[in-house]
């Protein structure tokens, strides 16, 4: 199946300095099928230079030239020029995570959602913090999303445009675009107006983007209370109005909390010592081997390995896991069967079998299942001979799918040289593979042992 087009939007003005950092993680992308559409807003330094030159090195860059109009106007061309499916933006001194455009464009594919909107990553100096509201992954109608944005109105999470995934149809079907005329909120006017004719929200528990807290923007000014005030004030009338047609006869119910937008200052968070993380430190990444110009069977088996455990890495910290955690949960997929409840069970002889095939100690075992069994990942029970009944729950089957896609995603990158019908009678090949090694099993560990956890 074909990748929809995803449309990046990136304005720029004077920023020599840091657009290639930011050019560099889009075309970085695991996610292949974008188009990059960077404004050169009159820059007057070597901008405009350094983005034709990504054009002529990548087609799927598109370089439009302008004189200085601001942000708003700049964005505005990009829509016009935009020709995805799905639209992103990102601002010219920040940058993506590797990672970003795949797992909201999964997610808008997977939800059927017209928004997907994403944590991000707050960077100061050299730390970083995760910043995000909703607390779960859930999907949403209108009234339920907006509920969650009147209980902080002015957090970044809701009023930027570059943790979020837009559907270009409702953007064009609704002419949506930027107020040139506000210098100020006009992305959380944008946002409010591409609100009102979505239907459905999904929250994203992965931070997509890396967003640079600039000294002298409006988040360090908003601690003036007045000055946010005088402001805001002009973008309340919109956002009042948002809320009496969202919420109609109900409107009474949360109008004290609308008007709290009022004394709310506009905020990203904040990047302490003890909450935050060193950057470059944030995510799991491949180390730098000598072992990839190596050939044999080891170093092939080792790549691969470390391809797969760098895609369940991430897998894990996408949903607050640990890689061992995600790895006993694949276990416990892996050896489950359907009952008449409808639910995945799988049966194990005793902690010391799990323990092996997941390379850990027993003791280490015990204590992740507790804890997945606690953050309700699974249940399970244990049999006076020490047998040990698992069921999978709701949110382990949802980290499985994902862990499953990372599988995938790595067998992708490792086949990546090989046709449609070549991957799929590489695939033929590992299954035949596969069932030799399961006969080979029963043979030398005992058919007793194997009975009922091996299937053909």
Known sequence: MTEPLVSIIVPAYNSEKYIGRCIDSILGQEYKNIELIAIDDGSADKTGQILDEYAA???????????????????????????????????????????????????????????????????????LSVKGDIDDERLM?????ASFMVENPADYYYGVLWNKLYRRDIIERHKIRMDVMTNWCEDFLFNLEYIRFAETFYSLKS??????????????????IGNTIKMKINVFEYYNKFYRDVYA?????????????????????????????????????LPGLNVYGADGIIPSIYRFDKIFSYDISQTASHRHMTKKEVILLLLFRDFCSRDVSSRDVGSFDSINEIASMTDMS????????????????????????????????????EATEDAY??????????????????????????????????EYLKLTAGKEFWQGTLSE
Not at 213 to 220: A, D, F, M, N
Not at 384 to 394: A, F, P, R, S, Y
């Open 249 to 285: 006869d109900d409107y009474d119910d949360i109008k004290s909390k609308v008007r709290r937008f009022l004394i709310d200052s506009a905020g990203d968070g904040f990047v302490t010592p003890a909450g935050s993380t060193k950057l470059g430190e944030e995510r799991i990444t």
């Open 141 to 145: 109608d209108r009234v339920e999303f």
């Open 405 to 438: 896609r990372a599988f995938a995603d790595s067998f992708d990158v490792c086949s990546k040289e090989l046709s449609e019908d070549e991957k799929a009678e590489l695939k033929a090949i590992l299954h035949k593979l596969d069932r030799g090694a399961k």
């Open 57 to 127: 090195s990548d087609g799927r860059v598109r370089v439009f030239h302008r004189e200085n109009a601001g942000v708003s106007a700049s964005r505005n061309l990009g829509l016009d020029m935009a020709r995805g499916k799905y639209i992103e933006f990102s601002d010219s001194d920040d940058w993506l995570t590797s990672d970003a455009t795949k797992l909201l464009v999964r997610a808008a594919e997977d939800k059927a959602s017209d928004m997907i909107i994403a944590d991000f990553y707050r960077v100061m100096g050299t730390r």
């Open 362 to 397: 027993s003791q280490r075992a015990s204590l992740l299942i507790s804890r997945l069994k606690r953050l309700e990942y699974i249940s399970s029970t244990t049999d006076e001979d020490g047998k040990i009944t698992v069921t999978l729950l709701e949110k382990g089957a």
């Open 207 to 224: 931070p997509v983007y890396y967003y640079v807290h600039r000294r002298g923007s409006l988040v360090s000014q908003g601690s003036n």
